[in-house]
């Protein structure tokens, strides 16, 4: 029988309107929350998930304000837009997309960030700060895929989950938060990666299986133990020429194959996707709930 589809576009929609609901708590204390975006360069895909942001943003009540740069900008370009949001009052978060056309330069850029207006918590103090489970905006995509599982009933308590991918926005702090002693984690977690040595050996093993490896077909459906649960984080663009744009996208794993195999899998698009964004969302609320007690 073929597995649940955890739809993340139906609990994005319920979380937002939760966060409706607090931005106009915020906007009768007459405070809008803001999202100040940069983006550099003319990526199509970080073009994309910029737009998706902003409507977002729009949808739910939040100012965004974006600032362009052209691939050739210069470090202290970027740094003068990121110092620019930072000192205005107006914005309570500020987004960086990822990667900067020349990727030597993103952590200074994060670095430059103020910690408070961090809502892609990754900025080393949040990132420390969330290592400790103190108090700290969480990266969008892992929290956004703890959320996703508990909300669905997917409780991670004493599972063994194992996460493919050790990048700096999914895998690592993935698999720390997965560790952490409270409702969203508590789980028992392997980080596999490009240097791991037999990849399905670990995944067979999986109660949850979360794929962030950045390529196609990484998980194969022999690579599932029956009845586990899939999360798939990839978006990979595959040339399709029965498409109108001339490609698709799919995710890391093989859908059609795990999908008569798992409890519940995430489809790409409209899995892990949708909640990202709403966790981005979440954290420049956050922020600006916070500003309003400190006033
Ligand atoms: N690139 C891929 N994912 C992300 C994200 O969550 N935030 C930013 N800023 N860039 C990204």
Redesign the pocket.
């Known amino acids: 029988m073929a597995g649940k589809i955890l739809d993340g576009k139906a609990l994005s929609a319920e979380m937002r309107d939760e966060l409706k609901a607090r931005v106009q708590t915020l906007q009768q204390a007459g405070i809008t929350p803001g999202l100040g975006v940069l983006l550099v360069g003319d990526d199509p895909a970080s073009r994309s ?1 910029v737009t998706a942001k902003e409507k977002a943003c729009a949808d739910t009540g939040i100012h965004s304000q974006e600032m362009r740069l052209s691939a050739e900008a210069t470090r202290d370009d970027i740094l003068t837009v990121v110092n620019t949001y930072n000192e205005d009052p107006r914005i309570h978060g500020i ?5 900067l056309p020349d990727a030597a330069m993103e952590q200074d850029v994060i670095a430059a960030i103020d910690p408070d207006k961090d809502v ?1 918590g ?1 900025h080393p103090v949040n990132i420390g700060r969330m290592m400790l489970g103190l108090p700290a905006f969480l ?3 892992p929290h956004g895929i703890l959320q996703m599982l508990h909300r669905s009933g997917y409780p991670l308590a004493g599972r063994h989950v194992v996460v493919v991918g050790r990048s700096n ?1 999914v895998g690592r702090p993935l698999a720390n938060l997965l560790t952490m002693k409270n409702e969203l984690g508590n789980a028992t977690v392997t980080l596999c990666h490009t240097g791991t040595r037999d990849l399905s050996v670990h995944t067979r093993q999986a109660d949850v299986v979360v794929a962030a490896a950045g390529r196609p077909n990484t998980i194969t459906g022999d690579m599932i133990k029956e009845g586990a649960v899939v999360v798939d984080v990839g978006v990979n663009r595959v040339d399709d020429a029965s498409r109108p744009r001339g490609y698709r996208l799919v995710g890391d794993v093989d859908f059609e194959a795990a999908q008569d195999r798992v409890a519940a899998i995430t489809p790409v698009p409209g899995g892990v996707g949708p909640m ?1 964004i709403t966790m ?1 969302l979440y954290n420049t609320v956050a922020s600006a709930e916070r500003g309003l007690k400190r006033t």
């Open positions: 998930y987004l960086v997309q990822l990667p892609d990754f990266p969008c995509t926005i990202t981005l």
